[in-house]
């Protein structure tokens, strides 16, 4: 035996001053954020139940980025969990926070909170779209469109639609609710593959256009009230359509592989689709489809995610996971003629872009 | 945080001062703690895994004893206190738990009964909350990697729960009953009844917990209390075991484990969300061994059948991402084992281990990916050998010995893998010091979820490959009183993450590089006439991700730096046929990230939580009385072990048990 009594003063020193050596990191500072002025809000939804959905404010002229400007902005506060999608309004941005059964109002310059929706929903929401000061709107996976006062924050209507509702947007003085079907899962429901038309009001069906298997996003080109529906199983023939919906009729149609994601350039009359080959350019005037940037220019183990195009220039801007891993991501920014310009960092995975002109 | 660490740090080693010199009455501890001569060939209890280990590779045994003054509810909070082992704790009692060791993720341990698997490769985690501690008489890990010893997936340990009661003749039943705070009502049933050569031993446990315990949440700004909805759990367990000592050397034996648990799954608490209202998880499991051991030597050999059954449905009408009425889905799996161990004495110094093992795992399910059909299948052929040389100088007290071991398997569905491993341990003469070494290399087969899972099982997916290597020393400070520090590193290649291959689907993918590097230190000991035990382990470590990429040399997820447990059990007062007792503890689980890139926003901090009781124990006659009151998390800190689930306040439990002997 050693003596004992050395042997325990040694265990007696050792551990206490073991214990606790490993210091977190100190937290990060807090700054008051900067007016960026114009700029691109980059929505990232987080994983899903981390409750860790943030803005990315990045002004590209400066350079200048605010990393989530939301919790800098409204100190104490946080967005929610899973946003996923943006809608700019009159000086307002209506951010929809999926798990969370929120639609977050906020000041689009200084990026304080105006308060937000709640939905008494168990579904998660999908999208939002605003009309006019008194009426916006959201679907949810329970089927139901609803209608909310962006005044009040509260709900005044809510209807049934078709099964899966992903999108919602207004349209010729309606509003236009995508039902997916939730690609194979319920593509043989009623509705299913299906635009719904109904009035902004009442919420009363007034038409329905089917599309196409499985559409999920609706965009409004300003310029000539066509709407522009994306379509189409993972991995399969898909494309977008064409909608008229004054008209209630399809106008044209582009088939696309694996089509993930669409953004419209009104001034430059052209859509933009994010497929898995990259991104192509899809012409308003009824021309095939474009390889416009190729998906390797995501680097190695990256992926594109998300496409947006900044109205005023024509920028492409392309959501950009790194690697494998849920970690902050970036925004890679193209000129309008699929030339690299820049790129900045994010939140963990850049879903939607809102543009602050 | 870090002054009371140190102050709870010195209270906790304080008392090892008081140390007696050597003791006269404790039986000595087969783990690593309290070196064993071993100057010849020894034979261990066939279903304690230091038979497996050898002396070269750690291993630490919690006994029933330190079980009883931890007032574990399941096993994993006995593992708890063993350095290197990082419970993740999904909520309250209710919640899942998995055991992590080494930083090697919670897939890579493997859970044993009575030394054998619980369950093969395809199985993926174990979650011990269903696995009540009432029918486990001692809890034994082995840290590092230990594939060829104990088969794939145990790359960063083993744990083995020794449900198996030494037989005597003594007749003993046993009840007990628990209420606690958050609706929990456990009752407890027991015995062990001797019948000539055959011995029975029987357990039977309900348990009835809500799980509505409050916390303090800021949702949108607005910090309030709230009570946990939806963490209910209702536990049905029974163990039984058999045991015919049929002529001396030859025994056979059986066990039987089942249970049935529904619970409430809440998820994750987020804003606007808190709680999956009605998302439920029901599973019924059942495992049976029956086995034949014959132990004369030269030549020994067991023939061991297993068996493992369970059956899963969650089912979450909400989850209408799903589909129209949301979740409901069901699996179940039969896990079919034979295994031969042969053992062969060659001298007093030589002796081989030989294994083979045959095993049959299927799912039946229905959410599989549409390639695989509604029902998926795996063989795997195990074969292992061991071979030991102790070399051993009476006169010097030098000893040596070297374990040399190798396993290959053979898999249906999958490439095969080897695992070689080669230890040894040294005794330096008279000293108390012990010296061991061991490098191992093991391999961690994939789930049935990472292969085929609807949307993300990937049917390439390769064996994860590892590299564990350590060394430690032992040094017997008295007979009772023991430390021991080791060293380790780790090094996984093609592990298995969920890969992002578009905005909708991910897919399982060996990509992953991990290294991790480490020092466990433990100290156990018994003083003052055994009237009181210590038990104290600390971990430092450091787990990196080393995948190319944006995350390359940072943290890992949910891999602490600092991990501190302490144990004690003090004998207060002792008077005829009765004493009382005091025991507690605490865990300090350093900070850690909860997403990959060390990002801030994803940090957990650390915690302490302390835990005291009493217990009381009376005997009447044949009849023994006990009453215990139990102080979960005394500081009442608010803390969360895996981010997002919040872990219950100060708790209360009460408990009064009888027990009755035949033995005086």
Known sequence: MIPSSIARRLLVLLLPLIAGCVSPPDPAPIIEPPSLGRGVIVVNEGLWRSDAATLTLHNPVTGETIQDWFGVSNPGLRLGDVANGIVIHQGRAYVVVSTSRTVEVLDVVTGRSLGRIHLDEPNELRSVAVLDSAHAYTVSFGDSLFLFDPRTFTVTARTAVGPAPEWVEVAGGLVVVANSGLGTLRQTEPGAGTLYLLDPVTLHRVAEIAVGPNPRMVRLDQTSGLVYVLYGLPGQQGGVVEVNIAARAITNRWTVLDARDLALDSARRRAYVLAGAGVLRIPFDGTAPVLHIDSSAAGAGGFFYSIGVQPSTGDIYLGTTRGYQPVAATIQVYTLDGAYRTGFNCGVYPGDFGFRE | ?664
Request: glycine letters at 12%.
């Open chain 2, 1 to 664: 945080m870090r002054a009371s660490f140190i102050i709870v740090s010195a209270l906790l080693v304080a008392p090892a001062l008081y140390a007696q010199g050597p003791g006269d009455s404790a039986g000595r501890r087969e783990d690593t703690l309290v070196s064993r001569r071993v100057s010849s060939v020894t034979v261990s209890a066939p279903r304690s895994l230091s038979r497996m280990t050898r002396g070269s590779q750690p291993l630490s045994i919690i006994d029933r004893r330190t079980i009883d003054a931890t007032g574990a509810r399941d096993p994993s909070d006995v593992v708890a206190s063993v350095p290197g082992a990082y419970v993740r704790q999904y909520g309250g009692a209710g919640g899942m738990r998995t055991v992590a060791l080494r930083g090697v993720g919670a897939e890579g341990t493997v859970v044993m009964v009575d030394g054998v698997r619980f369950g093969g490769t395809a199985a993926g985690v174990l979650d011990f909350s269903t696995l009540p501690v009432a029918m486990v008489e001692q809890v034994e890990v082995v840290r590092g990697g230990a594939t060829a010893l104990a088969g794939p997936n145990a790359t960063g340990g083993v744990v083995n729960l020794v449900t198996d009661r030494r037989p005597d003749s003594v007749v003993r039943l046993r009840a007990r009953a628990t209420g606690g705070s958050f609706g929990e009502r456990t009752v407890e049933i027991g015995g062990e009844i001797p019948l000539g050569e055959h011995h029975f031993d029987v357990d039977a446990v309900r348990s009835d917990l809500l799980g509505d315990y409050p916390f303090l949440f800021n949702e949108f700004g607005a910090e309030r209390t709230v009570r946990r909805e939806n963490a209910d759990l209702h536990l049905t367990s029974l163990h039984g075991g058999w045991r015919w000592n049929v002529e001396p050397g030859v025994r056979v034996s059986g066990t039987l484990l089942a249970s049935d648990a529904d619970r409430g799954v809440p998820g994750a608490v987020v804003q606007g969300n808190i709680e999956q209202l009605h998302a439920r998880l029901r599973e019924r499991d059942l495992f049976a061994t029956a086995r034949v051991t014959v132990d004369p030597d030269p030549l020994g050999w067991e023939l061991a059948l297993s068996a493992r059954g369970t059956g899963t449905h969650y089912r979450d009408p909400n989850a209408r991402s799903a589909g129209a009425t949301g979740i409901d889905e069901e699996f179940n799996r039969l896990d079919v084992a034979a295994i031969a161990r042969v053992r062969m004495l060659f001298s007093a110094h030589l002796v081989a281990d030989g294994t083979l093992e045959l095993r049959n795992e299927r799912l039946t399910g229905e959410l599989l990916d549409p390639e695989a059909g509604d029902r998926v299948e795996r063989m795997n052929l195990g074969l292992a050998g061991l071979l030991r040389w102790i070399d051993a100088d009476s006169a010097g007290g030098w000893e040596r010995s070297v374990d040399l071991a190798t396993r290959l398997d053979l898999f249906t569905t999958l490439p095969s893998g080897v695992a070689p491993s080669l230890g040894g341990v040294l005794q330096l003469g008279q000293l108390p010091v012990r010296l061991r070494a061991r490098a191992g290399a093991g391999y961690r087969a994939p789930s049935f979820a990472e292969q085929y899972y609807l949307n993300v099982g990937n049917t390439r997916l390769r064996p994860e490959r590892s590299v564990s290597v350590d060394g430690g020393v032992t040094v017997e400070i008295s007979e009772k009183v023991g430390v021991e520090c080791t060293g380790f590193l780790g090094d996984t290649r093609d592990r298995i993450v969920a890969v992002p291959r578009s905005p909708v689907s991910w897919s399982a993918t060996n990509i992953g590089r991990v290294q991790s590097a480490g020092v466990e230190i433990a100290g156990t000991g018994q003083m003052l006439d055994d009237r009181l035990a210590l038990r104290l382990a600390y971990t430092r470590s450091d787990t990196r991700d080393r995948t190319p990429g944006p995350t390359f040399g940072l943290l890992l997820p949910y891999a602490p730096q600092e991990l501190l447990s302490g144990t004690f059990d003090a004998v207060v007062g002792r008077w005829e046929r009765g004493a009382w007792s005091v025991a507690g503890g605490g865990i300090y689980t350093g900070f850690r990230y909860a997403q990959p890139g060390e990002d801030r926003a994803t940090l957990i901090p650390s915690a302490l939580t302390l835990d005291l009781s009493t217990r009381l124990r009376q005997q009447f006659g044949a009849v023994a009385v006990t009453a215990r009151a139990e102080c979960t998390n005394l500081a009442d800190t608010a803390y969360q072990i895996v981010r997002n689930y919040p872990m219950p306040g100060r708790s209360w439990r009460l408990s009064v048990g009888v027990a009755w002997s035949t033995e005086q």
